[in-house]
């Protein structure tokens, strides 16, 4: 995964279908973030503590290896993580 400068902030979209994350990126730039696309998954939350990013896009409708509500209590359970606010979408 490619480091983005410091002073640029990171939004995560994590297993949000193609288009959306598409609208979600698109919506991101204009706020001045970089917007990442993740597959869910137990590398996900790894992905997350590495990329500490300043806000999460969480799909929690699509099948995936790990549950959505999985991924969101292993975020929150965690100190370098819990503080970190997640959206919620679901079709």
Same mark, same amino acid.
């Given at each position: 995964?490619?480091?983005?400068?410091? =002073?640029?902030?990171?939004? %995560?979209?994590?297993?949000?279908?193609?288009?959306?994350?598409?609208? %979600?990126?698109?919506?991101?730039?204009?706020?001045?973030?970089?917007?990442?696309?993740? =597959?869910?998954g137990k590398d996900s939350v790894?992905?997350?503590?590495?990329?500490?990013?300043?806000? &999460?896009?969480?799909?929690?409708?699509?099948?995936?290896?790990?549950?959505?509500?999985?991924?969101?209590?292993?975020?929150?359970?965690?100190n370098t993580t819990r503080? &970190?606010?997640?959206?919620?979408?679901?079709?």
């Amino acid at each position: 995964m490619n480091q983005c400068p410091e =002073n640029v902030k990171t939004c %995560m979209c994590v297993e949000l279908d193609p288009d959306f994350f598409y609208l %979600m990126q698109s919506f991101a730039e204009r706020c001045g973030l970089r917007a990442i696309h993740v =597959n869910r998954g137990k590398d996900s939350v790894k992905l997350v503590k590495h990329e500490r990013p300043t806000v &999460i896009f969480l799909e929690t409708d699509s099948p995936a290896e790990m549950p959505a509500w999985d991924v969101l209590r292993a975020l929150k359970a965690d100190n370098t993580t819990r503080d &970190i606010p997640v959206v919620l979408f679901s079709g």
